[in-house]
Nanobody
Framework: QVQLVESGGGLVQAGGSLRLSCVVS????????MGWFRQASGKEREFVGG????????FNSDSAKGRFTISKDLSMNTVYLQMISLEPEDTAVYYC?????????????????????WGQGTQVTVSS
């Protein structure tokens, strides 16, 4: 059974930072592509970024690419989303997702159907 548990969300002022964690069990992050998505109230879930099995990362936008970093700790089987210079527009529930073991092409990283397991989400609220 695959489980993903996110943590690290909270309330932060604009310009602040947060690091989200996603602890994975039942699947190895070294062999599975991992994605971070977010869903703001009243909006569709959107891709934030992801880390491929190669260790390479991809982001949905230039804004995220410049402010967010994704990494993974193989010993902890955990994936991280480090966010700096947070903006009110970053307010959302953030989800991590795991794909089945194997290579995932970069262009597929942002597709929700690439992933078959999702965490419960963690709320990030950025105040202005």
């Amino acid at each position: 059974q695959v489980q993903l548990v996110e943590s690290g969300g909270g309330l932060v002022q604009a310009g602040g930072s947060l690091r989200l964690s996603c602890v994975v069990s039942g699947r190895t992050v070294s062999t599975s592509a991992m994605g971070w998505f977010r869903q703001a109230s009243g909006k569709e879930r959107e891709f934030v970024g992801g880390i491929m099995t190669t260790g390479g990362t991809t982001f949905n936008s230039d804004s995220a690419k410049g402010r967010f970093t994704i990494s993974k700790d193989l010993s902890m089987n955990t994936v991280y989303l480090q966010m700096i210079s947070l903006e009110p527009e970053d307010t959302a529930v953030y989800y991590c997702a795991a794909a089945r073991a194997g290579y995932v092409a970069r262009q597929a990283m942002g597709v929700t159907t690439t992933y078959d397991n999702w965490g419960q989400g963690t709320q990030v609220t950025v105040s202005s």
